[in-house]
């Protein structure tokens, strides 16, 4: 995620199978014009967003190609993820919610 001028929005997409293999790995170009990369958390800088041309339609038309009403996601906090896609989906099992920080919400 980086920050545009309408907030948080996506920056890169991956995707693991259950075995740990990359599944899909996209760079995406906000729509917005971006105001800081947050680097330091997501790793997406200016050079690597230069000649990206993928936009969110984009991934959302590719994943709905691999990602069923049937297929279950499993992740960290999904909510933002699927949030941050512009996406809803019904069959989540989300690791925050099973294993919470033992601090309060992290």
Do not use: W
Not at 4 to 20: M, P, Q, V, Y
Not at 42 to 70: A, K, M, P, W
Not at 91 to 105: A, M, N, Q, R, W
Request: glycine share 4%; net charge negative.
């Amino acid at each position: 995620m980086c920050y545009t001028r309408k907030g948080s929005e996506l920056a890169r997409i991956t995707i693991l199978d259950e075995f740990e293999n990359l599944v899909y790995d996209k760079l995406v170009l906000p729509a917005e014009e971006i105001i800081d990369y947050n680097t330091e958390f997501s790793g997406i800088t200016s050079e690597l967003l230069e000649n990206v041309t993928v936009r969110i339609e984009d991934v959302q038309r590719e994943l709905l190609e691999f990602i069923f009403s049937d297929t279950i996601l499993v992740g960290h906090s999904l909510e933002n993820d699927l949030l941050a896609l512009k996406m809803c989906h019904e069959l989540v099992i989300d690791t925050s919610i099973l294993f919470p920080h033992p601090h309060g919400k992290q």
